[in-house]
């Protein structure tokens, strides 16, 4: 018996992710992140982006400490990974696919309203992907993609060295190689007055100083330098021509700064408006159908658990299946109705009074079964156990000072509505059971283990 590797303290839980002080930092990184980030929101608006996503950082690496000081090692490795590859995805997305922008000036009111502070003005999701991928952080294309038209709102980087804001939204009126000209309110392209179109507002009138000086020239100087566009370059203005600087100051804008097509007002829910009919195309709704899908059966159905098989300390990716002993109310411990009970052999998530997070067991016991342990062999009413052939462990040793479920003569009857559960070297390593624990009631059952779904080489073990 003394010759089991675990049997220092074998029911002890492996040690927390960070040290115990780490729960303190984390709430004092978040409380600090949220508390800068709320004044850079509210009484420094126009402060550096850079000083933004020092807060946002902040407030993860907050949450994160915080999180991950109450979780085991193996629990807090996942999560890290599971957030490494988030945040790699999510980083691919916004350099590639989408990303989102705040308006930060009135320049294109009415059509998007402009205010830099947190919960005010319009907030748009960009299509980076149209117009052809870019370089990161550079102004040059890897492969062109459609061609910009006319009236398309469009995010672009500035061209002015010394311009306020880096990165503006404007929409496209003037198109490569036209002759372009404002005045009397309208848009001249090669002679001809530009129709607006009926999604942009009627009362849309582009200004042009009456006399004198002023610098505003393209578009407005009759000189060719000013008014014949230049290829594979646009002609950008604002929608509140009268308060917006825009092409008409700055020039033309090259096809390598325009960083994608606004296509949707995200925020507030109030003025959502779908620019380019997106939402109604089919891949949009399967989308959002299998998002909703993947969230129902998240919450509903079953979640992935991570365990160390101890055969080679690789990582197993188990199915938990919830709906095998009822409907649970989401986010809660408690049950809608319970319609399934566990048998004896199989593995469950519990969730322990006083632990922080779930863990994982073997049904070794029924209610009303009398259960002990004999020189570290399970007995079932006095009678070595006979179940599944994964019940069986090698050795469940006792520890005389902790544990005192199951210890013969005391504590060995499981009361009705309760389970007696052990963990075992299959399960990932020894960890807080019912030796311990006591009887775990039934609703404190999360679900049953049902099969491995990763490594491949593993899918359908069942433990």
Avoid: C
Avoid at 240 to 245: A, D, E, I, T, Y
């Amino acid at each position: 018996m003394a010759d089991n590797k675990h049997s220092d303290d074998p029911y002890k839980a492996s040690p927390p992710a960070v040290p115990a002080w780490g729960g303190a930092l984390g709430r004092f990184v978040l409380y600090a992140g949220v508390a800068l980030l709320f004044v850079l929101m509210f009484w420094q608006p126009d402060i550096s982006t850079v000083l933004r996503y020092v807060a946002i950082a902040m407030i993860v690496a907050g949450v994160a400490l915080w999180l991950l000081s109450t979780t085991s090692r193996l629990q807090a490795l996942e999560w890290l990974k599971s957030g490494l590859i988030a945040l790699f995805l999510a980083l691919i997305i916004r350099w590639g696919i989408a990303e989102p922008y705040r308006i930060p000036s009135g320049s294109m009111e009415p059509t998007l309203l402009g205010d830099p502070r947190i919960f005010r003005g319009d907030r748009v999701f960009v299509n980076k992907f149209v117009y052809g991928l870019r370089y990161p952080f550079m102004n040059q294309r890897i492969w062109y993609g459609q061609e910009p038209q006319r009236w398309e709102l469009v995010v672009f980087k500035s061209v002015e060295d010394d311009a306020e804001h880096g990165t503006l939204v404007k929409r496209i009126v003037g198109m490569p190689g036209e002759h372009v000209h404002i005045r009397e309110g309208k848009v001249f392209v090669d002679g001809e007055a530009l129709e607006i179109p009926d999604f942009m507002s009627e009362d849309t009138r582009y200004t042009a100083p009456a006399f004198g000086f002023s610098q505003m020239r393209y578009g407005v100087l009759e000189d060719e330098e000013y008014s014949v566009i230049p290829e594979d370059h646009y002609f950008l203005l604002g929608d509140n021509s009268g308060n917006s600087r825009d092409g008409r100051y700055f020039g033309w804008v090259p096809n390598e700064h325009l960083v994608g097509r606004v296509f949707s007002i995200w925020w507030p829910p109030s003025s959502w408006r779908d620019f380019t009919g997106f939402t109604q195309t089919w891949w949009w709704r399967s989308f959002l159908g299998l998002i909703g899908f993947w969230i129902v059966a998240r919450i509903f159905v079953g979640r992935s658990w991570v365990i160390r098989a101890e055969q080679d300390d690789r990582l197993e990716h188990l199915y938990v299946h919830f709906l095998a002993l009822g409907l649970r109310i989401p986010f809660t411990r408690f049950w809608l109705y319970q319609w399934g009970k566990a048998e004896r052999g199989d593995v469950v998530l519990y969730w322990p009074s006083g632990l922080p997070e779930p863990q994982l067991g073997r049904i070794a016991g029924l209610p009303g079964e009398q259960v002990t342990l004999v020189g570290g062999k399970l007995h079932v009413n006095g009678e070595p156990a006979d179940g599944p052939q994964g019940l069986i462990a090698p050795f469940y040793p006792m520890n005389e000072k902790d544990a005192k479920y199951g210890k013969p003569g005391k504590e060995t009857r499981v009361p009705d509505g309760r389970y007696y559960i052990l963990t075992d070297q299959t399960l990932g390593g020894p960890a807080p059971d019912s030796r311990t624990l006591g009887w775990i009631p039934q609703q404190r059952l999360v679900g049953v283990v049902k099969a491995t779904w990763w490594p491949w080489s593993r899918r359908g073990r069942t433990h």
